[in-house]
């Protein structure tokens, strides 16, 4: 796991930030390679966010818009940035451990991110008050014990409970909403390794179709003109002719609800055990159906870093056959 705590190193502007407690720190260690004032440095630092972000940080930062770069202290502190989110439902050690029951699996972490490997069949959100058999709540524990007191766990994209893989969590809202916009922009960019039924024709495609509620059955979706845009790219990584499967790598454009599995169903090759959406296939895995988020990269929003990860399906192992 890459795990990074107390800050990141500067970008090629001669600035770094850190997370204190609910305060965001920024330090400018190397002011002479940085041109421009206060302004252009609160820019430089949440560039792609959005304005009500920028703002709040100028105002935060307690300089003055047109002040140099040479008179600007070689640390700001922007107080209070991240509100806190120590709600109080940890009274004790047992109460944290309860809510942490979930086991985590981290690709990456560091002040304001987390990166989680995800099994099949664990939940994101909570049901229910109280629900701790999720990964917010088993990570709003983790944040606890880490004494993260102003840390809470934010699902940037989302995965169904049957699908497995890399899954970002913000730290806060305001690192939230600067990774939101760049989910929307397609700035994130997400891959999945999926086993679907039978062998198919083309080594490469796209599926551009409209996915809306299936009005007729309760939790599924289908391809419907009046729907939202969805579009889906994939690749044939490998096929197996004698247990008529296929392997294949997908790319989102857009993130539907259940879009992959729709989208493969519709043109007559659904995932391998999804009998929601006409699988006739069994995996011996355990799994509910066979999906997995194999790979993200994004730019970090305030290293301007790249955080690139990738993640192996267990399907893919040839001990787990699928008949």
Known sequence: MKKIYGGHAANDTGI????????????????????????????????GAPDKIIEKARRLSGLRPAEAASALPPKISLAGFFESRDTGIY?????????GSVRLVFEYEDDFIAVLNKPAGIKIHPDREGDADNLCAALDAH???????SARAYPIHRLDIGTSGLIVFAKDSVTCAILDRALFENRIERRYTAAIDGLLKKR???????????RHVSNKYRVSPSGKPAVTRYKLLCADSRRG?????????????????????HIGHPLCGDSLYGSRKSPSIGREFLLHSSYVKFTHPYNKKTVELSSAADFMDPRYPIK
Do not use: C, P
């Open 245 to 265: 499967i296929s392997l294949v790598e997908a790319v989102l454009e857009t993130g539907r609800t259940h879009q992959i599995r729709v989208h493969f169903s």
């Open 143 to 149: 944040f606890h014990a880490s004494s993260e007191r």
């Open 91 to 99: 009274n004790d050690a047992e109460s944290a451990k309860a809510h």
């Open 16 to 47: 770094s930030a850190r997370r204190e407690g609910g305060d965001l720190v920024i330090e400018t260690s190397m002011q002479g390679r940085f041109a421009g004032g206060v302004k252009e440095l609160i820019e430089s630092i949440f560039a």
């Open 204 to 214: 490469e495609g796209e599926i551009n179709l409209a996915i809306g509620r299936d």
